[in-house]
Nanobody, 126 residues
Framework: DVQLVESGGGSVQAGGSLTLSCTVS?????????MGWFRQAAGKEREGVAG???????TYADSVRGRFTISQDNDKKTLYLQMNNLQPEDTGVYYC????????????????????RGQGTQVTVS
């Protein structure tokens, strides 16, 4: 079974930083699939935040570009999301997601539709 486990969420004041991590297990060919992060605020739809396509090219939602950085560590099978200058509108549950299809030039809105996702980690900004 594919398992994704997120960590690193928490509560911070506006302007603060957090780094989310997502560990992937049970999935081979780690270096060739797409990965990303999406979030869901209470009462709102899922929103793609950032993604890496199969060639590891990043994409970001306009709302986070310049503040968030997505990266992956192929050796440790971990995905990261460095979040700086957090704002109250960034509050929500953050999920990591992966998809085994080879895809290039993905858009942030593609990430919530990826095949697998984790259980999520709460981020609260006040």
């Amino acid at each position: 079974d594919v398992q994704l486990v997120e960590s690193g969420g928490g509560s911070v004041q506006a302007g603060g930083s957090l780094t989310l991590s997502c560990t992937v297990s049970g999935y081979t060919l780690f270096s060739t699939y797409c990965m990303g992060w999406f979030r869901q605020a209470a009462g709102k739809e899922r929103e793609g935040v950032a993604g890496l396509d199969s060639d590891s090219s990043p994409t970001y939602a306009d709302s986070v570009r310049g503040r968030f950085t997505i990266s992956q560590d192929n050796d440790k099978k971990t995905l990261y999301l460095q979040m700086n200058n957090l704002q109250p509108e960034d509050t929500g549950v953050y999920y990591c997601a992966i998809d085994g299809r080879y895809m290039k030039d993905i858009q942030p809105q593609d990430v919530p539709r990826f095949a697998y996702r984790g259980q999520g980690t709460q981020v609260t900004v006040s």
